[in-house]
T-cell receptor, first 119, second 110 residues
Framework: DAGVIQSPRHEVTEMGQEVTLRCKPISGHNSLFWYRQTMMRGLELLIY????????DSGMPEDRFSAKMPNASFSTLKIQPSEPRDSAVYFCASSLPGQGFNSGANVLTFGAGSRLTVL | GQNIDQPTEMTATEGAIVQINCTYQTSGFNGLFWYQQHAGEAPTFLSY????GLEEKGRFSSFLSRSKGYSYLLLKELQMKDSASYLC???????????FGAGTRLFVKA
C-alpha cells in the first residue's frame, strides 16, 4: 500500500491567492482527517469525515477554509483567500473505524504533509 | 472539552530509560494514543491504551490510569534515533475525533 498520499508537498503562494491541498487516503479506510501543525499551536484537528460525510468541522478556523470529500479515495482542503497566518504544515490522515475496546480503534496513518507558505 | 498536558522538552542519555508523562481532562474517552514525530516528518503510531494498565511493545511501554487522567510513555535502552517529539492524543468516546497534545521534544545525548 502506498499509504496516505498528499499533494503538493510544498507550496509557496502570495496572500490572497487560492490554495488547494489534496489527499488520497489508504484504500479501505473510511475515516479521513485534516490537521494543521504549527510551532505555536501544535497539531490541530480541522475537520474529519466518516464515509465521505463531514462529521465535525468545528476546528476549521474560518469561512476561508473549506473541505470536501467527493468520494472514498479523494479529499481536498481549500483556503480562499490565503493569508500569511495560514502558513503551516497540513497533514491528512486516514483510519479504519473504531470497533470498541482493544480493537486498535482509530489508529491514524498520516500522509507526509503539505508545507504551505503564504507570503 | 478536552485538555492535554505534557512537558515541552526532555533530555536523556543514550542507553538510559525515560518516562514522558501526559495528563488529560476530557468529557468523553475512548482511548489514549502515543505517536512519535521526527523533525520534518509525519507522526507515526506508537501505542494505544483503552484500559488501565501497562502495554508493552519492545523498548516502548505505555501506561494508562483512567481514574487519574494520566498516562506515560516509557522508553528503554534509549538510542540516538529516539530523538523526536512524542505526542499524547485522545480519542473521544462515540466517535472518531482524535485530539493531540502539544508534544514532548526528547533529546537523546551520547
Amino acid at each position: 500500500d502506498a499509504g496516505v498520499i498528499q499533494s503538493p508537498r510544498h507550496e509557496v503562494t502570495e496572500m490572497g491567492q487560492e490554495v488547494t491541498l489534496r489527499c488520497k487516503p489508504i484504500s479501505g479506510h473510511n475515516s479521513l482527517f485534516w490537521y494543521r501543525q504549527t510551532m505555536m499551536r501544535g497539531l490541530e484537528l480541522l475537520i474529519y469525515f466518516n464515509n465521505n460525510v463531514p462529521i465535525d468541522d468545528s476546528g476549521m478556523p474560518e469561512d476561508r477554509f473549506s473541505a470536501k470529500m467527493p468520494n472514498a479515495s479523494f479529499s481536498t482542503l481549500k483556503i480562499q483567500p490565503s493569508e500569511p497566518r495560514d502558513s503551516a504544515v497540513y497533514f491528512c490522515a486516514s483510519s479504519l473505524p473504531g470497533q470498541g475496546f482493544n480493537s486498535g480503534a482509530n489508529v491514524l496513518t498520516f500522509g507526509a504533509g503539505s508545507r504551505l507558505t503564504v507570503l | 472539552g478536552q485538555n492535554i498536558d505534557q512537558p515541552t522538552e526532555m533530555t536523556a542519555t543514550e542507553g538510559a530509560i525515560v518516562q514522558i508523562n501526559c495528563t488529560y481532562q476530557t468529557s468523553g474517552f475512548n482511548g489514549l494514543f502515543w505517536y512519535q514525530q521526527h523533525a520534518g516528518e509525519a507522526p507515526t503510531f506508537l501505542s494505544y491504551n483503552v484500559l488501565d494498565g501497562l502495554e508493552e511493545k519492545g523498548r516502548f511501554s505505555s501506561f494508562l490510569s483512567r481514574s487519574k487522567g494520566y498516562s506515560y510513555l516509557l522508553l528503554k535502552e534509549l538510542q540516538m534515533k529516539d530523538s523526536a517529539s512524542y505526542l499524547c492524543a485522545l480519542s473521544r468516546a462515540g466517535g472518531f475525533k482524535t485530539i493531540f497534545g502539544a508534544g514532548t521534544r526528547l533529546f537523546v545525548k551520547a
